[in-house]
């Protein structure tokens, strides 16, 4: 279910975690921050079709009239803001394709709009997260940031695969990238814009989300499943993320 508003000029789209295939060029700027690491094929103001591998929190600033083939067989959580011709100077639109890793205000920017669409939020509340996001385009990644992208993919894939265990920690993760505690915080802040220890509980409420939609499994089952110890642990944080309960955000899917 794509859920769009559209506020003044601005128009923002939550895109959902499913198959897609999009070929062509948007009359308008674009801001698209993944919510979700996504994986497929694409081609990027080209014929040239490539396998790309997008990490959570990238944000890419695409211009007006630059044609885009992505296809996708899963899909990944994706924010999309359409950009007036009047934001181009404030957002530092490009002819190029801008990919920019690792803020914290995107990160937040983004969290903050995705839970204001889900919960059906006040228009005004949205407006300024939107204003926010407009003017978030950034350089180029960083020294910093290039050298954590080298750990990031393996690391994502061990956190997929470990989610319902306790064991996840800045330790056994830091561990695993052969990095001292405090060099991999820095690396994967550096990355991702958030701690690891924000994105294991981000990945476990997104894998709660997604057997509240296509499972009838008791909550309390999904909370341990997804490594919560209480089902009130799975509720608080799930609330703090989407602006609704489990139990409510099951019921309003259906």
Do not use: N
């Not at 889900?118 to 020294?143: F, K, M, N, R, Y």
Request: with cysteine; aromatic share 6%; proline share 6%.
């Amino acid at each position: 279910m794509i859920r769009t508003v559209d506020l003044g000029p601005f128009r923002l789209s939550l895109l959902p975690s499913a198959p897609y295939c999009v070929h062509g060029a948007s009359p308008t700027d674009t801001v698209g921050i993944a919510l979700e690491r996504q994986r497929g094929v694409h081609a990027i103001a080209s014929d040239r079709r490539v396998d790309f591998d997008t990490l959570p929190y990238t944000l890419a600033v695409t211009p007006a009239g630059m044609a885009v083939y992505s296809e996708s067989d899963v899909g990944g959580e994706y924010l999309l803001l359409s950009l007036p011709t009047d934001a181009r100077d404030k957002a530092a639109v490009t002819s190029t394709r801008c990919i920019t890793t690792g803020s914290k205000p995107v990160v937040a920017a983004a969290r903050q709009a995705r839970r204001a669409m889900l919960a059906g939020s006040d228009a005004t509340g949205l407006a300024l997260v939107i204003e926010q996001l407009a003017l978030l385009a950034q350089p180029a990644p960083t020294a910093a940031q290039r050298r954590a992208l080298q750990i990031a993919p393996q690391i994502l894939d061990l956190i997929e695969d470990h989610l319902a265990l306790p064991s996840l920690t800045l330790a056994f993760l830091a561990s695993q990238s052969q990095l001292r505690p405090l060099d991999f915080l820095r690396a994967f802040v550096a990355r991702f814009g958030i701690t690891p220890h924000q994105y294991v509980l981000e990945r476990r409420i997104q894998r709660a989300r997604r057997l509240l939609q296509h499972t009838r499994l008791p909550i309390a089952q999904i909370a341990a499943d997804c490594g919560f110890a209480q089902q009130s642990h799975l509720g608080m944080h799930f609330r703090r993320a989407f602006g609704l309960t489990p139990d409510r955000y099951r019921q309003f899917w259906r």
